[in-house]
């Protein structure tokens, strides 16, 4: 008798020890033909030239040190650690690491313990109440043996949308670290065009006073005198605007480090140098930024997440098999603890649905439609990424030609306004001439400090485009 239940449990367990050398569905292999493959997505930019540019270096993860500001280092730093977004992104990462534990827990044994009691009399015995009071106590157990690779696909599909949590967190760091040096330079730029157009303001005054002074010796006219003065309101018409940028950086900087806005922080208020970098810009090249970027990351984490998902859905297609056993006492009540009333069982448990195959099959090509559009979305997100760093890098590049030329103009109008002042002066230059001396060196002025203060902004932009700060 024993020697024939060995028999069918080794006829039975004998084709699933076999079986289980198969996993349902593909095996996850990284993207090898698609955008980010390609020669002209992993060399060097284009973009990546002049003077200012470095595009042989490698970028930091901490970009934003290149500056060697304290401040914007201790920014950045709260930023990381209390902005509510980065919070949010981090609950969400929390939320994928215990749904792979769930996945997880299906490789577990699995117990139950039952227990009950009836009491019962047979029709037509002719007993007497109460009858018969019988009892069954049962503890079972079971091991799912995955032969299909079922749940080992599931952990595996769990493990990725881990991984691609993990770089949306990572994206957002990106982003708050980028917001957070936008927000401070926009205070610093603020501060500056305010300091560079309060000079001009200054000038303005004196060239009205001296007007003023020459009227009344009778070298002038009142028409001079309103004219200048004009030049000064107008070009003071332009410092609220400059107020009002560096209030609304503050209160995005307090936003950015999870405060209210009138909590924003005091001590950069006063901040009126530009960040600047000590060397020129690095940049790495294509194939740096697509194995640095968050979002590309993800993209292919979501690849590898959906066709462990094709196994799950193909293996549905077979049937699942367990190992389990159980232990028992039943029968009346005034037998407990007899050997009659003892019972066990052991063996492969066998469970197969037979299901609708044609909806299990519309599944698995559903599953299979994900993966390829996953595959066009990593290349979409891997041009995509390739783009913003190229457009990035030349506006910035252009931008650099344009504060240098700038430059010039500012520092040729500062010397003809003060030729044209000293003409003036010296009765040798009519009025008009110096005030269309200082205007164009008011407009130069505000246009090279405003060009300069761009460079910050698209230093920040390439940096963002580049993905970096969230190693």
């Not at 698609?34 to 540019?53: D, H």
């Not at 590898?304 to 293996?315: I, K, Q």
């Not at 240098?404 to 010296?426: C, D, K, N, P």
Request: hydrophobic content about 45%.
């Amino acid at each position: 008798m024993r020697k024939g239940w060995l028999a069918a449990l080794s006829a039975v367990a004998l084709p699933l020890a076999l079986a289980a050398c198969a996993t349902a569905g593909p095996d996850y292999r990284p993207p090898e033909h698609s955008a980010a493959t390609a020669p002209a997505a992993t060399g060097a930019f284009r973009s990546a030239q002049g003077p200012r540019i470095d595009g042989a270096a490698p970028l930091p993860e901490r970009w934003w040190r290149l500056y060697a500001d304290p401040r914007l280092d201790g920014l950045i730093e709260q930023a990381l650690a209390a902005n509510t977004d980065l919070r949010v992104a981090q609950a969400n990462l929390a939320r994928a690491e215990a749904v792979l534990r769930e996945a997880e827990a299906g490789r577990s044994l699995a117990t139950a313990l039952t227990g009950g009691a009836t009491l019962a009399r047979p029709s037509g015995t002719g007993q007497s109440l109460p009858g018969t009071l019988s009892y069954d106590l049962g503890l079972s157990a079971s091991y799912p043996l995955d032969l299909n690779g079922r749940i080992r696909r599931a952990i595996e599909a769990g493990e990725a949308d881990v991984e691609a949590t993990e770089t949306a967190r990572d994206f957002v760091r990106v982003s708050v670290a980028a917001a957070t040096a936008r927000a401070y330079g926009q205070v610093c730029a603020a501060n500056y065009l305010l300091g560079v157009n309060r000079r001009v303001v200054a000038l303005q005054r004196d060239t009205a006073t001296a007007t003023r002074r020459l009227f009344r010796g009778g070298r002038g006219t009142a028409f001079d005198v309103s004219r200048a003065q004009a030049a000064v309101e107008t070009s003071a018409a332009a410092l609220p605007a400059f107020e009002g940028q560096r209030q609304a950086g503050l209160y995005l900087l307090a936003a950015l480090l999870g405060k209210p806005p009138a909590d924003y922080p005091a001590d950069v208020a006063d901040c009126a140098a530009l960040p600047a970098l000590g060397r020129p810009l690095p940049t790495g090249d294509g194939a740096a930024l697509i194995r640095r970027r968050p979002d590309i990351r993800q993209a292919e984490r979501r690849i590898a997440g959906d066709t462990a998902r094709l196994g799950v859905a193909t293996a549905d297609l077979y049937p699942q098999v367990s190992i389990g056993g159980s232990l028992g006492l039943a029968g009346p009540l005034s037998g407990l603890g007899s050997g009659s009333s003892f019972g066990f069982s052991l063996g492969p448990l066998l469970s197969w649905s037979f299901p609708n195959r044609p909806a299990v099959k519309a599944r698995i090509a559903e599953a299979d439609a994900q993966v390829q559009a996953d595959l066009a979305t990593f290349d979409g997100t891997v041009i995509e990424a390739l783009r913003q760093a190229e457009t990035a890098l030349e506006t910035y590049r252009r931008d650099a030609e344009r504060a240098e030329a700038l430059a010039r103009a500012s520092t040729s109008a500062a010397l003809s306004a003060q030729q044209a002042s000293r003409l003036f002066r010296f009765g040798r230059g009519d009025f008009l001439s110096l005030l269309d001396a200082q205007r164009s060196y008011a407009a130069a002025q505000a246009a090279a400090a405003a060009a300069r203060a761009q460079l910050l902004q698209d230093q920040i932009a390439v940096f963002l485009s580049l993905g970096g700060g969230w190693e």
